[in-house]
T-cell receptor, first 115, second 116 residues
Framework: DVKVTQSSRYLVKRTGEKVFLECVQDMDHENMFWYRQDPGLGLRLIYFSYDVKMKEKGDIPEGYSVSREKKERFSLILESASTNQTSMYLC??????????????FGNGTRLTVT | AQSVSQHNHHVILSEAASLELGCNYSYGGTVNLFWYVQYPGQHLQLLLKYFSGDPLVKGIKGFEAEFIKSKFSFNLRKPSVQWSDTAEYFCAVNARNSGGYQKVTFGTGTKLQVIP
C-alpha cells in the first residue's frame, strides 16, 4: 500500500519565520503535489513536481517555494511565514501515467498555525 | 485554465435518502475525473474515477457517478445513504496544463451530514 508521510501533524510558527514542510512517499512515484485545504475553498494547488529537481507552479504559488532533490521527497518552503498561510497542508503523490488516470495518494496533512 | 465547481456546499440527509452531489468542470480537452472522500479525521481517499469507456462508473461503498460530456458534469450518486457516509466529498479533474504536464484541480468540496 502506498504511504505518503508528512513529517509533522501540527506546527505552530511565528510570522516571518522560514518554515519547512516535508513529505516522503515510498512507492517511487514520479509526480508529487502540495495543496492547501481551507474551509469553503477546497484544495488549492500550490506546486507540483513531475521529476527530481523539476517543479511547476500551481494555482497559488505566491509566498511558497519547493524542493525536490530526491524522488521520494518533496519539500514545501514558506520563505517568510504570514498569518494568511495558516492552513492545512496536504502532500500527494501519483505515478506517471500517459492517460492521467492514476489517482492521488494523500498524506495525513500538516496543520500549520502562524501567529 | 481548468476549474471545477461543486454547487452544494453543505447537504443534510436522513438515512436511506438518495444522494446526488453536483460537479461541473471547465476544460476543453480530454479529462480524467475523480471523486475523493474525506471522513472526519482521516486523509483523502479515492471514491471512484472515470477516464474512458462507460460513462457510468461505480466506486466503493455503493457510490456511482455519471460523466455527461455535453454538460461537462460528473455528478456523484448513492441510492440510499448511511450515517457512515458523513464526510466531505471532493470532485477533481486531471488534465494537461499548458506545459503538457498533468495537473489535478479540485472543487471546493461538499460536506454531507447524514442524520440517523
Amino acid at each position: 500500500d502506498v504511504k505518503v508521510t508528512q513529517s509533522s501533524r501540527y506546527l505552530v510558527k511565528r510570522t516571518g519565520e522560514k518554515v519547512f514542510l516535508e513529505c516522503v512517499q515510498d512507492m517511487d512515484h514520479e509526480n508529487m503535489f502540495w495543496y492547501r485545504q481551507d474551509p469553503g475553498l477546497g484544495l488549492r494547488l500550490i506546486y507540483f513536481s513531475y521529476d527530481v529537481k523539476m517543479k511547476e507552479k500551481g494555482d497559488i504559488p505566491e509566498g511558497y517555494s519547493v524542493s525536490r532533490e530526491k524522488k521520494e521527497r518533496f519539500s514545501l518552503i514558506l520563505e517568510s511565514a504570514s498569518t494568511n498561510q495558516t492552513s492545512m497542508y496536504l502532500c500527494a503523490s501519483t505515478p506517471h501515467s500517459a492517460q492521467g488516470n492514476s489517482p492521488l495518494h494523500f498524506g495525513n496533512g500538516t496543520r500549520l498555525t502562524v501567529t | 485554465a481548468q476549474s471545477v465547481s461543486q454547487h452544494n456546499h453543505h447537504v443534510i440527509l436522513s438515512e436511506a435518502a438518495s444522494l446526488e452531489l453536483g460537479c461541473n468542470y471547465s476544460y476543453g480537452g480530454t479529462v480524467n475525473l475523480f471523486w475523493y472522500v474525506q471522513y472526519p479525521g482521516q486523509h483523502l481517499q479515492l471514491l471512484l474515477k472515470y477516464f474512458s469507456g462507460d460513462p457510468l462508473v461505480k466506486g466503493i461503498k455503493g457510490f456511482e457517478a455519471e460523466f455527461i460530456k455535453s454538460k461537462f458534469s460528473f455528478n456523484l450518486r448513492k441510492p440510499s445513504v448511511q450515517w457512515s457516509d458523513t464526510a466531505e466529498y471532493f470532485c477533481a479533474v486531471n488534465a494537461r496544463n499548458s506545459g503538457g504536464y498533468q495537473k489535478v484541480t479540485f472543487g471546493t468540496g461538499t460536506k454531507l451530514q447524514v442524520i440517523p
